[in-house]
């Protein structure tokens, strides 16, 4: 009986740890017609949608990684016009972002073609746009001792 209590009491705390992770939703497009947005959101919305083509290659879903691009191209004309841009970002943001949003469409191409090596190459540029939207934190001061 006390087997059978500890392997229920066992069971109980490792099934959850088995369990399937839901899929993320997709980001939904913006409306057009909205006004500027903070710059932090949209590096932020670029982010996750880059992130979120990925996974989507790594599972062979391409209308998945056609609709992230699709994202990806709208955040990019989005952030053109971004608010409360960080100044360390200001004079490079307009060439990046119609870079990005360059790409944005050329991965978007290649997902629709479903080719792999095209969309892999691409990934691999948006991500280093993507990354280049959010800077490295100042560095912080040592302590003094």
Known sequence: MKRVLLA?????FLLPACAIVPEREPLRLLPEDRGPMPYNDLSTRARLQATGAMEAYYVDRWSDVEDAARGLE????????????????????????????????????????????????????????????????????????
């Not at 229920?8 to 109980?12: D, R």
């Not at 969309?119 to 800077?135: D, G, K, N, Y």
């Open 8 to 12: 229920g009491f066992l069971m109980l």
């Open 74 to 145: 709208q955040t990019a004309r989005f952030l053109a016009k971004a608010q409360d841009v960080p100044a360390k970002q200001k004079d490079a943001l307009p060439k990046l972002s119609e870079n990005l949003a360059k790409e944005a469409v050329l991965l978007r191409d290649s997902a629709k073609e479903k080719d792999a090596k095209k969309v892999h190459e691409s990934l691999t540029r948006v991500q280093s746009m993507v990354r280049e939207l959010t800077p490295p934190p100042s560095p912080e001061k040592e302590p003094k001792e």
